[in-house]
């Protein structure tokens, strides 16, 4: 009944397709290139698909003679029979895990990546990178993969790191630029920072638990229901840095604006969809242990929070395209972090599917744009595109509206559940539930504003190139609209049920109100409305507006525009130090093994230099060493010989024999 | 009779060595060592090997020292040159030897189980048996090989002694031959 | 009358030996001209086969008498090949003065 999931096949491929544009993709035609890429992440798309299938059909009819159809019981692991690690009591595996939330994760992972290699096909056309970057981009769908089906820690932490790797390949994939390779040094080196923690949290987890399985993890939680506290609080927080480094939020998302960097694809699938989700994976894989330690849930609420509201009044003035878009990416993943830290996992990873989708879109489209623009991506020179770009008009307007949380689009489905489980949790909470409210204000204010900027009014500046967007960029912002609009009528209700076995709470969740749901969801609806009413007062009927309060504020303006000033207050608290650390102190133990070195190779050289004299050629000094090693060797003998030393050395029996020897032949030649 | 030979002739070679180290020119100081080895000759006759004391005059006096003779008026050596002296020469060397002195006349001095030499007193007690015939015996049973490859030995040097020393070619004095160059 | 009587011990024929071969070492330092650098290796020489003939004398052994015939030999073949190597390094350097020859290379 338990048929294979081969779960293999999901990573395989698309590390297939790495080896094969990696090593043979600058000899290969493009079209073979393109056919690679694209055909990797398609198959691994195929195999999660019929998995997904297979696991339907499982929960949807559980009679007892469905043998003729292949079904799927989940959890479905597969494992290799050599173990990675069996060292003592410690063994870990590599084990692959298909459950729900797995499977909800890799369809979002597979799907969406198919759709943007699809379309990267088309934007990277006239690039020179071409097999490099669709290398890396499989190279990023096999780790990403690796770290949706890893069934421990530590093979988690192995896809972590190489999603951390592919995204600073793929930031820096126009390397030339210097701000480019800055900006994938910033990445890594910040993901880093968090990763540092995740290690932390992980050694917690093998000292307190000695496995680092997530099935044994969960058993060993079930045998002591009543255990919480200090170790897992802990251990919680840990992770919640890794989690903060990956998931790019306060304090460490500086990354993800300077990520933009990349290819307009990359921050598409990595720092919209996939990557950067990771980190709410992660909290949702092992919610059993967050569970534990109401301390480390408020402190991933708050967090979350904090960095939604942030992060969004941020996204407010910045006039770059895609940092608007990269702002409000932190600022949804803030809502997700809130809904964890509200015990709420199911919203959380629903909000995660819904913005795939929107963001992935948004950020494609405003490729599109900026394709268009022949480059341009500043808003203060875009408008009046809608009527140049009729089907990234309507796709993108489909996603603003779905970000913005209209019903019946997407985003209204998934975050109208975090903001209800936020006003139910406590006292404590409703705070952030205003929070999340007046985010919301703004998400639907920057989104509308850049709206306006781009599509509507008339046109600032000259577009560049009019030639059309290939069907290639075309088709998955299609599909992407369509899901942005459809994809919330699952409805939240069967989403959760569908994840109740992996993802359910283990806290007794307030008792709901319908009446008060009604009203919670009314108040949203009017709040995302208004933020759209400033946004058209703003920036379609008094254009001037906006430029009048900037300069009604100055210093409120420029605070928002410079991000808080927060790269350089890093800069002035970490990184200075840090270099005037490494060039005093460190220096000074550079300068320390310098002189070291110095001092052997002057010794080395010095004796050199003495012992040069002694090879001197002149036969008189060599005779006096001579004589001088003589005499030394023979005081030495004479010093330490024998007792008897002072008495003749030579002067022993087998002389005495010879002596005799001699006498007697002599005596026996004589005659005697 | 034999303390006195000793004295007498024990002093001609420490006059003789002496001289040799005093003197400046080569020639006086071949002549001194020819002074040395005739006495050790007669030394060697007082502890009853007169083989070895006719041997020593032969080939050392004889030949070896008319040898050095030789190529001391063939170099037309002169008179000793103050040259740029070896400082490690003296710091060094003269300790040595005095060490080295030291050593030797300690161990000499302190050796337990050394006796005296009787004049006419030959290796072996036995009649008819002379210091020759001893010498022989063994040299030419036991000791037959090294005899002969010693006698190779020789024939050796001769041979690396003229190909040493050998003028290529034509019959220039050396003194043009350094003017030439 | 006794006086004269009185027979040599042999340690005073190895303190002239020992006597004779630091003079010897004493003139191969000092002197600069080579070949009277060489004849104090003869004296070296000579006072080591002094010393041999003693001992032989001592131990009624006349093997030691056979060594010191052997050391004349050798050191009859080293004359000469030494004598001619002086006068190729002559030929070659045109002075005898050990301070000046002080390069292997002629």
Known sequence: ?????????????????????????????????????????????????????????????????????????????????????????????????????????????????????????????????????????????????????????????????????????????????????????????????????????????????????????????????????????????????????????????????????????????????????????????????????????????????????????????????????????????????LACGVAAYSAAIFHLVMHAFFKALLFLAAGSVIHAMGGEQDLRKMGGLRTKMPVTFWTMTAAVVAIAGFPPFAGFFSKDPILYAAFLQGTGSKVLWLVGLVTALLTSLYMFRLWYLTFMGEPRSEAKHHHSTPLSMLVPLVILGILSVCGGWIGIERFSAYLAPVAAAHRPMPAGNPFLEFILTIVAVLVALEGWLIADKYYRRKPERPAQVAAALPNGYKLLLNKYYVDEIYGAIIVKPLLAFSKYVLGGVDLLLAGIAWLLAGIASMTGMILQRWQSGNLRSYAAWLAAGAAAVLLFLLLTGSPHAWSLPFFHSETIFKVSHITVIQNGQAGH | MHLILFFLFAGFCLAGAINLLLQTHPINSALSLIVVMTSLAVLYLLLGAEFLAIAQIIVYSGAVMVLFTFVVMLLNAGREERTLGSRAATRIGFPAVVALFAVLATIFLHAQGLGAAHLGEGLSSAPGQSNLTLLSQILFHELLLPFEVTSVLILIAILGAVAIAHVEGSKMSSSERVAEK | MSFLQHDVPISWYLLLSAILFSLGVVGFLIKRNLITVFMSIELMLNAVNLSFVAFAYQWHEVRGQIFVFFVMMVAAAEAAVGLAIIIAVFRARSTLAVDRIDLMKL
């Open chain 1, 1 to 337: 009944m338990n048929e294979s999931a081969h779960l293999w096949l999901i990573p395989l491929f698309p590390f297939l397709g790495f080896l094969l544009n990696g090593i043979l993709g600058s000899r290969l035609p493009r079209r073979l290139v393109s056919a690679i890429g694209v055909l990797a992440p398609l198959v691994s798309f195929v195999v999660v698909l019929s998995d997904f299938g297979a696991t339907i059909i499982t929960a949807a009819s559980s009679c007892p003679n469905c043998g003729s159809v292949a079904a799927l019981a989940l959890p479905a692991s597969e494992t290799l029979s050599y173990p990675w690690l069996a060292i003592g009591a410690l063994r870990v595996d590599f084990t692959f895990v298909l459950d729900q939330l797995s499977a909800v994760m890799l369809l979002v992972v597979t799907g969406v990546g198919f759709l943007i290699h699809v379309y990267s096909v088309g934007y990277m056309k006239d690039e020179s990178g071409y097999a490099r970057y669709f290398s890396f981009l499989n190279l990023f769908l096999f780790f990403m993969s690796v770290l949706v089906l890893a069934g421990n820690f530590l093979l988690m932490f192995v896809g972590w790191e190489g999603v951390g790797l592919a995204s600073y390949l793929l930031i820096g994939f126009y390397f030339q630029r210097t701000s480019a390779a800055d900006a994938g040094k910033k990445a890594f080196i910040v993901n880093r920072i968090g990763d540092f923690g995740f290690l932390i949290g992980i050694f917690l987890v093998l000292t307190t638990f000695s496995t680092l399985s997530f099935s044994q993890i969960s058993v060993w939680l079930a045998l002591s229901p009543d255990w919480h506290g200090t170790v897992l609080t802990v251990i919680c927080l840990c992770l919640l840095v890794g989690a903060a480094g990956k998931s790019a939020q306060l304090p460490l998302y500086i990354w993800l604006p300077d990520a933009m960097e990349g290819p307009t694809p990359v921050s598409a699938l990595i720092h919209a969809a996939t990557m950067v989700t990771a980190g709410v994976y992660m909290i949702a894989r092992t919610h059993l242990l967050f569970d534990r330690s109401p301390v480390a849930l408020w402190t991933v609420a708050i967090v979350g929070a904090a960095t939604a509201l942030f992060a969004a009044t941020i996204g407010l003035v910045q006039n770059d395209i895609k940092r608007v878009l990269a702002y409000s990416t932190i600022s949804q993943l803030g809502y997700m972090f």
